[in-house]
């Protein structure tokens, strides 16, 4: 097994990297489903909340048929990648980040929109200030995407290989030191995973906090 | 300056149900409108077309000739509307009140200028750093309301500003309101359901019922003629009877004389305040009824009257009040009751622009 600094800083790039597409493509996403009044918006939510749901390994399984050197993208020889873990960790946090920011804004007072836009806010202006109403839940969204993303195990081992040196993760790095019978070593890298895990997420709920007392009575 | 409105042949359709029809509406610049109506009139359906918050399924709804839709933001940011439940956001009162002026470009130092002269002109200056989540409900709506009117709009829409507040403090509310719109140009559009406050600052009241304006006219005149019995109603009477005019003008109610006189011949209405109806004892001139209910209200006793005509009666509070199931004598006030001739309230379901009431068709 890579030493645990080097697999660490591998799950951490992955990972966070993975978060932050999520969040870009999952928090517009969720906005657009729950203030829109489109044709299809109900159909796009079930789907959305359908994919919290998916397991890792359908979502691994479904990415690895896509990067394969003879499926739709396999030009980009992303199979066995880092990057490839990205789309794959991308694909497996974004539902989860849409879901929460559309449940976010939905339980915000229904005529707050309406009272920003009668006060004058631009579209763009009126939705930035409804995020920051929901920051608390969106913070929340960030978490449970990161985590889900960083303690995820099927994916990273059907996309990324668990190649030492190369796309080793932290979890990856487990599962093969619990295959090997060398417990000592995967109660390590557990450890340091949840240390990871914790400092993250003690940064975010930090924030959340220090905001959810601005909406307190 | 205040904007001018015009709205020609609107219609709302919503879940497949038409739930607003105006087919002419026209307000000038500085002119305050109140719409009064029950829940569920089409009042806030209005003012959402207003706010270019929704379009009409049809029609012209023009905001100083422009047609107000979400990507006017320069129309948008003449026109402030005040929705009926604050909407504060989750900062402090002071930034509630400079945000919408950020918005619009404001500088800093006279956003701080403004907000402060609005709280201040509604008597929550005391407030501003505190969190908006810890206001009470009224403070919470004179912060709306110092919001709205610190973007010094050329139409400022309310929707039921003081319908979370007691009687008490909707008087005083009501009050701040009119001190700080003052002199102002604003053209105002107010709705309500309750009369008192439609009242309060309208210089013209439309009576909204079931999406349609029954009457666009003066609070005198929509109090004095309401069109049709919906109005009558929508303004406050308590008490609105079928009743039938005579060949000599006397005024007949279920068959007995009501001492009231019109003109015309045929089917009407009559419409009664309850402070209008005396009661007498019986073997007195006047409609047989009993006692159905009594109950304190503010300086009055409310009775409930059953029997040929079900009517609601007001006796002073300083008086001995009926007995319920005591057989008494109705006598109707003519000075506070009013007769409209059947042939206005069958057909009264437009307005026009300046009219007092609604025509015939």
């Known amino acids: 097994m890579d030493p645990v600094g080097e697999v660490l800083a591998r ?5 966070i990297s993975a978060t932050l597409i999520a969040l870009a493509i999952g928090i517009p996403l969720g906005t657009a489903l729950a203030l829109a009044r489109l044709p299809g918006r109900r159909p796009a939510a079930a789907v959305v909340n359908t994919g919290m749901a998916v397991p890792t390994v359908v979502v691994g399984l479904l990415v690895a048929l896509l990067l394969w050197r003879s499926g739709p993208l396999g030009g980009l020889n992303l199979m066995y990648t880092l990057r490839g873990m990205v789309i794959a960790q991308v694909l497996i946090a974004t539902p989860l980040i849409a879901g929460i920011t559309m449940a976010a804004l939905q339980a915000l007072p229904p005529d707050l929109h309406d009272q920003l836009i009668g006060l004058g806010a631009s579209r763009r202006q009126a939705v930035v200030r409804l995020w920051l109403e929901a920051r608390v839940p969106l913070l929340a969204a960030a978490m449970a995407g990161f985590g889900h993303a960083v303690s995820e195990v099927g994916a990273a081992t059907i996309v990324g290989g668990n190649i030492h040196g190369q796309t080793q993760v932290m979890t990856t790095a487990i599962v093969e030191g619990v295959g090997r019978g060398d417990f000592s070593a995967a109660a390590a890298y557990a450890a340091v995973l949840l240390g990871l895990a914790f400092v993250i997420n003690a940064l975010l709920t930090s924030v959340q906090q220090r905001s959810s007392s601005w909406a307190r009575p | 300056m205040g904007a001018a409105l015009t709205l020609r042949e609107v219609r709302q359709r919503r879940g497949g149900r038409e739930v607003l029809r105006i087919d002419a509406l ?7 409108l109140a719409v009064l109506g029950p829940n569920g009139a089409g009042k806030t359906t209005l003012l959402r077309l207003l706010a270019a918050i929704d379009m009409p399924t049809a029609g012209t709804v023009l905001v100083d000739g422009v047609r107000p ?3 006017a933001v320069a129309l948008r940011r003449r026109i402030a509307y005040a929705t009926q439940r604050p909407g504060l956001l989750s900062t402090t009162v002071r930034r509630n009140v400079e945000l919408p002026l950020g918005w619009r470009g404001v500088p800093r130092p006279q956003r701080r200028a403004a907000a402060a002269a609005a709280l201040e002109r509604f008597g929550v200056a005391h407030l501003a750093d505190r969190r908006a989540a810890a206001l009470s409900a009224g ?5 709306n309301l110092a919001r709205a009117l610190a973007l010094a709009p050329s139409l400022l829409l309310l929707d039921e500003p003081a319908a979370a507040l007691d009687a008490e403090a909707r008087q005083a509310f009501l009050s701040d309101v009119e001190r700080a719109l003052g002199e102002s140009t604003t053209t105002v559009v107010h709705v309500s359901h309750r009369p008192e406050e439609a009242f309060w600052l309208a210089d013209r009241v439309a009576a909204l019922a079931d999406g349609v304006i029954r009457q666009l006219a003066t609070p005198e005149t929509l109090l004095r ?3 049709d019995p919906t109005v009558a109603r929508v303004v406050g009477y308590e008490n609105v009877l079928e009743a039938e005019i005579g060949p000599a003008g006397a005024v007949a109610v279920g068959g007995w004389t009501t001492g009231l006189r019109a003109t015309g011949h045929g089917p009407a209405i009559v419409a ?6 005396h009661l007498r004892p019986t073997g007195s001139d006047g409609i047989p009824a009993w006692v159905e209910r009594v109950t304190p209200g503010p300086g009055r006793w409310e009775v409930a009257l059953a029997g040929t005509l079900p009517l609601r009666a007001h006796v002073p509070l300083s008086a001995s009040p009926p007995r319920a199931g ?7 006030d003519p000075a506070l009751a009013t007769v409209v001739a059947s042939p206005r309230h069958a057909s009264c379901v437009r307005a026009a622009p300046a009219s007092s009431a609604c025509s015939p068709s």
């Open chain 2, 26 to 32: 026209d307000l000038g610049a500085g002119e305050r």
């Open chain 2, 139 to 143: 403070e919470a709506q004179r912060v």
């Open chain 1, 11 to 15: 799950s951490a790039v992955v990972s």
């Open chain 2, 326 to 332: 005591e057989p008494v004598v109705v006598v109707l």
């Open chain 2, 225 to 227: 003629e309401p069109a």
């Open chain 2, 272 to 277: 009664v305040w309850a402070g209008g109806v």
């Open chain 2, 69 to 71: 839709t979400p990507g």
